[in-house]
């Protein structure tokens, strides 16, 4: 991940484009890529969505729209200090908590005097 994030700091770099890198304009340009990768599944039925990546044509695409996307999330966090990974565990964590496994209650112990 760091190799990636240190290509992305390059490429902005090398083209001067870091003033334009704000979070607001990243959060914008993350927002249109994730709305370009939608529209790829825009119009499909479910059978059609699950298959896109069958066709090497969509495929390309689904990666290309993946790939805009991770991008300008990663360079998102580095510019507002977010540590992805870090963000995503305390996420699914949180979500462990406020969505427990049906019938299994933390709160319900076996009762060890019978």
């Known amino acids: 991940m760091e190799s990636l994030r ?5 490429f902005a770099a090398a083209r001067e ?4 890198h704000t979070p ?6 993350l927002s ?9 599944f825009q119009w499909l039925t479910p ?3 699950a298959a896109v990546m069958s066709d090497p044509e ?12 991770l991008a300008y999330l990663v360079q998102f966090c580095m510019v507002v200090g977010v540590d992805p990974l870090a ?3 305390a996420k699914i964590e949180r979500n462990e908590e406020r969505f427990p496994v049906p019938g299994a209650s ?9």
């Open 6 to 10: 240190q290509r992305l700091v390059d």
């Open 17 to 20: 484009w870091e003033p334009f």
């Open 24 to 29: 607001k304009n990243l959060a914008a340009a």
């Open 32 to 40: 249109v890529e994730a709305g370009e990768l939608l529209e790829i």
């Open 47 to 49: 059978e059609q969505a």
């Open 58 to 69: 969509r495929a390309h695409r689904v990666r290309d729209e993946v790939a805009d996307v």
């Open 87 to 89: 963000a995503l565990a």
């Open 106 to 114: 933390a709160d319900v112990k076996p009762n060890v005097d019978e």
